[in-house]
């Protein structure tokens, strides 16, 4: 059961709602995809979505991004954290 109090984000890609620290919290900036740096605007990823080749490179294809490079980076993070 959920405390009343945990905070509930939405996936981009699949629209999914998630726990906030359940998800993957990451932010455009200049045409470059980073992990969330504490200020600014951002968006959340899931891992089903991560793990989906064919989201990824949609995501990729919206954000401007290498597709490759795109998933490279988001296993990394996920890795490493």
């Known amino acids: 059961m959920l405390k009343k109090n945990v905070p509930i984000r939405m996936c981009i890609a699949c629209r999914q709602r ?5 998800i993957l ?5 200049d045409h470059n995809i980073i992990a969330y ?3 600014g ?3 959340y990823l ?5 793990n989906d080749t064919k989201k990824i490179k949609g995501l990729a294809k919206r ?3 290498d597709a ?3 998933d490279k980076f ?6 490493y954290g």
């Open 18 to 22: 998630y726990t906030q620290n359940t």
């Open 25 to 29: 919290r990451l932010q455009q900036n």
């Open 37 to 39: 740096q504490g200020h």
């Open 41 to 43: 605007r951002s968006f």
């Open 46 to 50: 899931c891992d089903g979505c991560i």
């Open 63 to 65: 954000f401007r991004q």
């Open 68 to 70: 490759e490079q795109f």
């Open 74 to 79: 988001l296993k990394e993070l996920i890795k």
